[in-house]
């Protein structure tokens, strides 16, 4: 249970869903956690009292995370505040489910902005600071791979945009021993795409398993990437989806 003792590690969008869920699994292994947010403040300060009741420090930041500047900087206070960095996890994201007929510019910045653009700010501005040894984990989605719904031509262009930078980033910090995967979570019950949603019906369709992931299914692969155990594995996509893309 303490595989993260003494890491330092921050995840965005950590407020709700798969970040908190996140954040409170690598705490429950030992690491001290910043989490960024956007609104949910009062959300925020949970996660971070859950965090500190294990005996963890916690430390909530609020961000925007379609702000590239704001972004960088967040990750420089993160890395001040727990004195170094060891783990990043871009899991801040958003969604525009539409057909590419109604899609509008404005949703395509959107989306990118936070996306893309966003998780490229905050690798970059974490990688000088991250130890020799540290991770990358990014939060993608299985539609990078395989899209079985029609509506998902931006969100899934935009998570397609994070695999390539992890692979690329594999390669390129390989020499400092720093890992970078993308975990692709399916179907999960989060208050994004709820398991009773509107969309819930055919996305079940898909699935092998027949439910919904859970928040913490995709934490636990989190975990795993940012332990001992997968000092091995960079460069590589880990699905989590219950079967969605088999």
Do not use: W
């Not at 030992?30 to 009741?53: L, M, P, Q, R, W």
């Not at 505040?81 to 783990?87: P, Q």
């Amino acid at each position: 249970m303490n595989e993260l003792l003494g890491k330092k590690a921050m995840v965005t969008g950590g407020s709700r869903g798969i970040g908190a869920a996140t954040a409170i699994a690598l705490a429950e292994k030992g690491a001290d956690v910043v989490i960024t947010y956007n609104a949910s403040a009062d959300a925020a300060a949970t996660v971070v009292k859950e965090i500190e009741s294990l005996g963890r420090r916690a430390v909530a930041l609020a961000v925007d995370a379609a702000d590239a500047v704001a972004v960088g900087d967040g990750v420089r206070r993160a890395a001040e505040s727990l004195g170094g960095l060891d783990i990043l996890v871009n899991n801040a994201g958003v969604g525009a489910i539409a057909p590419i007929a109604d899609l509008t510019l404005a949703d395509v910045d959107r989306v990118l902005a936070v996306n893309v653009r966003g998780v490229y700010a905050a690798t970059q501005a974490a990688v000088p600071l991250l130890s020799d040894g540290g991770r990358l984990i990014h939060l993608g989605s299985c539609a990078a791979g395989r899209v079985t719904t029609p509506g998902m031509t931006l969100y899934a262009m935009s998570k397609s945009a994070v695999t390539g930078l992890s692979k690329a980033l594999a390669r390129e910090l390989g020499p400092r021993r720093i890992t970078s995967n993308v975990i692709q979570p399916g179907p999960i019950n989060t208050d994004m795409n709820p398991a009773d949603g509107p969309f819930a019906g055919v996305q079940r369709a898909n699935l092998a398993i027949d439910r919904f992931g859970d928040s913490t299914e995709i934490a636990a692969a989190v975990a795993y990437l940012a332990g001992p155990d997968a000092a091995f594995i960079t460069g590589t996509e880990l699905t989590v989806d219950g079967g969605h893309t088999a």
